[in-house]
């Protein structure tokens, strides 16, 4: 029979979980630290307010950048947060999440065959967006012994003449590694050398621990040269909702907001009522949140250290990225085995680019009790397995 | 660091010092320090468990005692306030604005208990001008905990 589906689909690789979603199934008493969204409930208040909203009737299309009160409101956030002004009326976009604001994003500023700069270790759509969109990602390595940050050097010897854009998502996912403000500046002077544009997905950029929120369009120059990608996703723990935005210069927001009318029209409008709730007076308990997180994360990065599975400390979003190299397994093995043998659900590292190796993801996000006992069980684990 | 260590120990006091470092990322020894402060400065009243009785079995009756009061010279409501907090069937009292001045929760085995502490002990106190006894019913949240809550995990168990 004729092929029926698009040779592009062929260079994106299936996904590296759906293994073990099969092995999961159906197995009682699994801890999973595999989850890569908050275990918290949305604040009640941002729930409430979109409740609200249904009940008098707001289930009509909004406008396709977004509800205007919404954009205005975001506006004022990002002033206050990083000082960065946008005109809400040509500058910033509502998408569905991070997720359809990358898309949008790679699809209006590449041309076939265009390069992308990315990390790897780095979060499994990048690569899969670059290449739906006909563009060619470049993953440059990163590495532990550099807390996983993407090196200056490494990227300037990364462009080339068809080099379009840097892609950055820090605080990272698998990582949990971060960018300091003069770490980006490097990432920065390349860009405005090389004049590529610089997309940075900034989701968790308020999951930060002993430091404070860095935004990459916030250093001098870069305003214009940067799509900024964000959304409420984490530190709101509204996953469901699918509410992101993007802030960019006129031009990049119009190209993106051609393409969301065609595809999405506009982004949900409950999701839209909430996550405008969430930038009124959601703050307060999205700090209640982090504060857990951050006493969840010393917990497990000691415990991690403890039972021999050294673990640099992540400062930002919700994930110890352990080394497992002390047990001699392939980080694939690793979680497979782990999962089989004591029921833990981790992410193997190479789910993430090759440079995952030897690491996996662990998400804190879940209880303490929860972590206290994964940490028991991967602790007999690593005994049982330890390589002389 | 005092106000990490506080916000820790008040979810959860059976945690060790050396935990308590671990999240608020200090030493065990600073935590000793700051505990052993603020349970001299009775900043740390007491260590407690929160018990759902009502899943005992335990049929004790609570109510909560509207108190309107004549507040008294140089003392305001101090004084009356301690000669209701002093009976031990009282277990909370707040002074409070509004339509009236004390809120006082008490708790007996009977409404008739109840009742009677009220006619008897309270009402009659000099100053007390008026009481109104609310029984409670039914608990949905205490100091910040839901008692009877719904919903598990709901996530995937697999995201990246």
Same mark, same amino acid.
């Given at each position: 029979?004729?092929?029926?589906?698009?040779?592009?689909?062929?260079?994106?690789?299936?996904?590296?979980?759906?293994?073990?979603?099969?092995?999961?199934?159906?197995?009682?008493?699994?801890?999973?630290?595999?989850?890569?969204?908050?275990?918290?409930?949305?604040?009640?208040?941002?729930?409430?307010?979109?409740?609200?909203?249904?009940?008098?009737?707001?289930?009509?299309?909004?406008?396709?950048?977004?509800?205007?009160?919404?954009?205005?409101?975001?506006?004022?956030?990002?002033?206050?947060?990083?000082?960065?002004?946008?005109?809400?009326? #040509?500058?910033?976009?509502?998408?569905?999440?991070?997720?359809?604001?990358?898309?949008?994003?790679?699809?209006?500023?590449?041309?076939?065959?265009?390069?992308?700069?990315?990390?790897?270790?780095?979060?499994?759509?990048?690569?899969?967006?670059?290449?739906?969109?006909?563009?060619?990602?470049?993953?440059?390595?990163?590495?532990?012994?550099?807390?996983?940050?993407?090196?200056?050097?490494?990227?300037?010897?990364?462009?080339?003449?068809? #080099?379009?854009?840097?892609?950055?998502?820090?605080?990272?996912?698998?990582?949990?590694?971060?960018?300091?403000?003069?770490?980006?500046?490097? $990432?920065?002077?390349?860009?405005?050398?090389?004049?590529?544009?610089?997309?940075?997905?900034?989701?968790?950029?308020?999951?930060?621990?002993?430091?404070?929120?860095?935004?990459?369009?916030?250093?001098?120059?870069?305003?214009?040269? #940067?799509?900024?990608?964000?959304?409420?996703?984490?530190?709101?723990?509204?996953? !469901?909702?699918?509410?992101?935005?993007?802030?960019?210069?006129?031009? $990049?927001?119009?190209?993106?907001?051609?393409?969301?009318?065609?595809?999405?029209?506009?982004?949900?409008?409950?999701?839209?009522?909430?996550?405008?709730?969430?930038?009124?007076?959601?703050?307060?308990?999205?700090?209640?949140?982090?504060?857990?997180?951050?006493?969840?994360?010393?917990?497990?990065?000691?415990?991690?250290?403890?039972?021999?599975?050294?673990?640099?400390?992540?400062?930002?979003?919700?994930?110890?990225?352990?080394?497992?190299?002390?047990? !001699?397994?392939?980080?694939?093995?690793?979680?497979?085995?782990?999962?089989?043998?004591?029921?833990?659900?981790?992410?193997?590292?190479?789910?993430?680019?090759?440079?995952?190796?030897?690491?996996?993801?662990?998400?804190?996000?879940?209880?303490?009790?929860?972590?206290?006992?994964?940490? #028991?069980?991967?602790?007999?684990?690593?005994?049982?397995?330890?390589?002389? | 660091?005092?106000?990490?260590?506080?916000?820790?120990?008040?979810? @959860?006091?059976?945690?060790?010092?050396?935990?308590?470092?671990?999240?608020?990322?200090?030493?065990?020894?600073?935590?000793?320090?700051?505990?052993?402060?603020?349970?001299?400065?009775?900043?740390?009243?007491?260590?407690?468990?929160?018990?759902?009785?009502?899943?005992?079995? @335990? =049929?004790?009756?609570?109510?909560?005692?509207?108190?309107?009061?004549?507040?008294?010279?140089?003392?305001? +409501? =101090?004084?009356?306030?301690?000669?209701?907090?002093? +009976?031990?069937?009282?277990?909370?009292?707040?002074?409070?604005?509004?339509?009236? @001045?004390?809120?006082? +929760?008490?708790?007996?085995?009977?409404?008739?208990?109840?009742?009677? +502490?009220?006619?008897?002990?309270?009402?009659?106190?000099?100053?007390?001008?008026?009481?109104?006894?609310?029984?409670?019913?039914?608990?949905?949240?205490? =100091?910040?905990?839901?008692?009877?809550?719904?919903? =598990? @995990?709901?996530?995937?168990?697999?995201?990246?």
């Amino acid at each position: 029979m004729r092929k029926c589906t698009t040779g592009r689909l062929d260079k994106v690789p299936p996904s590296g979980i759906r293994k073990f979603f099969d092995l999961i199934a159906g197995m009682e008493g699994v801890i999973s630290m595999g989850v890569g969204e908050p275990d918290f409930s949305t604040p009640w208040n941002i729930t409430e307010a979109a409740i609200r909203s249904l009940e008098k009737g707001f289930t009509m299309y909004t406008s396709n950048a977004g509800m205007p009160e919404l954009r205005k409101e975001l506006a004022k956030y990002l002033k206050r947060t990083y000082g960065l002004e946008y005109d809400p009326n #040509t500058e910033l976009l509502i998408t569905n999440g991070v997720s359809e604001g990358l898309d949008l994003a790679v699809r209006a500023i590449l041309d076939p065959g265009e390069e992308v700069i990315m990390p790897d270790p780095g979060y499994v759509a990048y690569p899969a967006a670059v290449l739906l969109a006909d563009g060619v990602p470049v993953q440059v390595p990163t590495h532990c012994e550099n807390g996983f940050r993407l090196s200056g050097n490494d990227v300037r010897d990364a462009v080339t003449s068809r #080099t379009k854009a840097i892609l950055i998502g820090y605080p990272a996912n698998p990582t949990g590694a971060v960018m300091e403000m003069d770490k980006l500046a490097e $990432i920065a002077d390349v860009a405005k050398k090389r004049q590529l544009l610089v997309i940075s997905d900034e989701i968790y950029s308020l999951l930060v621990y002993d430091m404070q929120p860095a935004c990459f369009a916030s250093l001098p120059g870069m305003r214009d040269h #940067t799509i900024l990608l964000g959304g409420f996703s984490k530190a709101f723990a509204m996953t !469901g909702w699918r509410i992101g935005y993007a802030a960019a210069r006129p031009e $990049i927001i119009a190209g993106m907001t051609k393409i969301h009318q065609y595809t999405a029209l506009s982004s949900p409008t409950m999701g839209q009522v909430a996550a405008l709730e969430a930038l009124r007076s959601g703050e307060p308990e999205a700090q209640k949140m982090i504060d857990e997180y951050d006493r969840r994360r010393r917990v497990i990065v000691k415990g991690l250290n403890d039972i021999g599975l050294s673990c640099f400390e992540p400062k930002g979003a919700f994930y110890a990225f352990p080394s497992i190299k002390s047990t !001699g397994m392939t980080s694939e093995e690793f979680a497979e085995n782990l999962l089989m043998e004591e029921k833990v659900a981790v992410v193997h590292g190479t789910a993430f680019g090759k440079c995952g190796e030897g690491h996996v993801r662990c998400c804190y996000a879940t209880s303490m009790p929860n972590i206290e006992e994964a940490l #028991t069980r991967m602790a007999r684990f690593v005994q049982r397995h330890r390589s002389v | 660091m005092m106000r990490k260590v506080f916000e820790i120990l008040e979810n @959860d006091a059976r945690l060790t010092a050396e935990q308590v470092a671990t999240m608020a990322g200090v030493t065990e020894a600073e935590v000793k320090k700051v505990v052993a402060e603020a349970e001299k400065e009775r900043i740390i009243v007491k260590y407690k468990t929160m018990i759902n009785w009502e899943k005992v079995g @335990d =049929d004790r009756v609570w109510a909560m005692i509207e108190v309107k009061m004549q507040p008294q010279k140089d003392v305001g +409501f =101090d004084a009356l306030a301690e000669r209701i907090y002093r +009976f031990p069937q009282v277990r909370t009292v707040y002074l409070v604005s509004g339509t009236y @001045d004390l809120a006082v +929760f008490i708790v007996g085995k009977t409404m008739q208990e109840v009742g009677l +502490f009220v006619s008897q002990k309270l009402a009659p106190l000099e100053g007390v001008q008026g009481t109104v006894t609310h029984f409670l019913l039914k608990r949905y949240k205490e =100091d910040g905990e839901v008692l009877h809550p719904g919903g =598990d @995990d709901r996530r995937l168990p697999l995201i990246i």
